[in-house]
Each structure stands twice: as structure tokens, then as C-alpha cells.
T-cell receptor
């Protein structure tokens, strides 16, 4: 089935550093989504990408949809403590189902 | 807008009993709701898709008699874990979408099920 390969699996950074994570797939998705999940909570949508090559920002977050519709990256600038959590990329296919990547755990060192 | 409420947030039950989890869209009519399962430190795995008024569509490997899904109205879907066993312990999350919302889907806050 469709799978998303997300990397890195985890990151340890200093507060104030920039963060970059990416996602690739062998399948084409209509829509690419980036979510953040805090412990014990459901995922919250950060950014949605609809067009190939689209670059979208949401505050300190920037994400781009690859030209081939098979990859995307998410950047977080000037990280702060509340950025800690698990970030998931997800692709929405033709059946409107959302398939999730395995997640990137972001840790911020004191 | 686009708020999804999930209840209960956590539940502990004995093996062999059934547990019902509710997913409600509070401020919109959800034409489609999805149920996911998440094991610790793992990703969300889609279990089934439910459309209002019709039978749910289950993903490969998900037992439909084990996980009963009912989507009787445009604002409520329920997942019943029947004859629960310890291996059913997991975090269950629902999401809902509507033709009026383009920006992905809204997720509930999840239900932590522990079967003892």
C-alpha cells in the first residue's frame, strides 16, 4: 500500500535553532499535510499543500509540496520550547483517505 | 470552527467486555468520519472510513466484527470495540471532514483504551 517515509525519526536541537524534516513517497498524493501531535492528544493540522511546487508558510513554519507530488519538507525557524512534539507528514489520496508518515519526534535541549 | 469532540478521553475495561467510543462534529456536518489506531510511539493507522447512513469501509486486516462502526447522523460516529482483549489496548482517534472544509481533516483528541 501507500507509504510515506519520514525523516529524521527524532531530532535533538537547542532552543532557537532552525529545524528541517522531510517526507517522501513512491505514490502521488493530491494533498500533502503536516500535523503536530502532543502527548495524549490528536494531531493538529499545521499546513496543507494542494499544488505541486507550492510553498506555504504559517508563522515560523514553512512547507513545500514537491514538484512530483511525492515529497515535502517542513521547516521550523527559531524553535521554542512549545515546538516539542511529534510532527507527522500525511498524504491525502484519491479516495480522500489520509495516510500518515511515521513521525519525527522533536526534542529541545535546555 | 471545525471542532471534533471525542469521548471518553480514556477508558479502562475488563477483558471480554465491549467499549463504545463517540466522535462528534460540534459545529459542522461531517459527511465522512475516519477512525485511526495508534500504538505507543507509532504512527496513526487508518482502521475504517464511515459515511453517514452507509456501512463503514474497513482497511485490510481490520476485523469489522471486532470494531463496529456506526455513523447514524451527520454529527456522530461511534466505534465499539467488542469483546475487548489486552491487545486491543491502544489510542483511538477519529477525524471528520465535510464538503465545506478543504483544509485537511479535523481530528478528535483521542481515546486511550486500556483492557485489563
Amino acid at each position: 500500500g501507500q507509504q510515506l517515509n519520514q525523516s529524521p525519526q527524532s531530532m535533538f536541537i537547542q532552543e532557537g535553532e532552525d529545524v528541517s524534516m522531510n517526507c517522501t513517497s513512491s505514490s502521488i498524493f493530491n494533498t500533502w499535510l503536516w500535523y503536530k501531535q502532543d502527548p495524549g492528544e490528536g494531531p493538529v493540522l499545521l499546513i496543507a499543500l494542494y499544488k505541486a511546487g507550492e510553498l506555504t508558510s504559517n508563522g515560523r513554519l514553512t512547507a513545500q509540496f514537491g514538484i512530483t507530488r511525492k515529497d515535502s519538507f517542513l521547516n521550523i525557524s527559531a524553535s521554542i520550547p512549545s515546538d516539542v512534539g511529534i510532527y507527522f507528514c500525511a498524504g491525502q489520496n484519491r479516495d480522500d483517505k489520509i495516510i500518515f508518515g511515521k513521525g519525527t519526534r522533536l526534542h529541545i535541549l535546555p | 470552527g471545525a471542532v471534533v469532540s471525542q469521548h471518553p478521553s480514556w477508558v479502562i475495561c475488563k477483558s471480554g467486555t465491549s467499549v463504545k467510543i463517540e466522535c462528534r462534529s460540534l459545529d459542522f456536518q461531517a459527511t465522512t468520519m475516519f477512525w485511526y489506531r495508534q500504538f505507543p510511539k507509532q504512527s496513526l493507522m487508518l482502521m475504517a472510513t464511515s459515511n453517514e447512513g452507509s456501512k463503514a469501509t474497513y482497511e485490510q486486516g481490520v476485523e469489522k466484527d471486532k470494531f463496529l462502526i456506526n455513523h447514524a447522523s451527520l454529527t456522530l460516529s461511534t466505534l465499539t470495540v467488542t469483546s475487548a482483549h489486552p491487545e486491543d489496548s491502544s489510542f483511538y482517534i477519529c477525524s471528520a471532514t465535510s464538503v465545506n472544509y478543504r483544509d485537511g481533516y479535523t481530528f478528535g483528541s483521542g481515546t486511550r483504551l486500556t483492557v485489563v
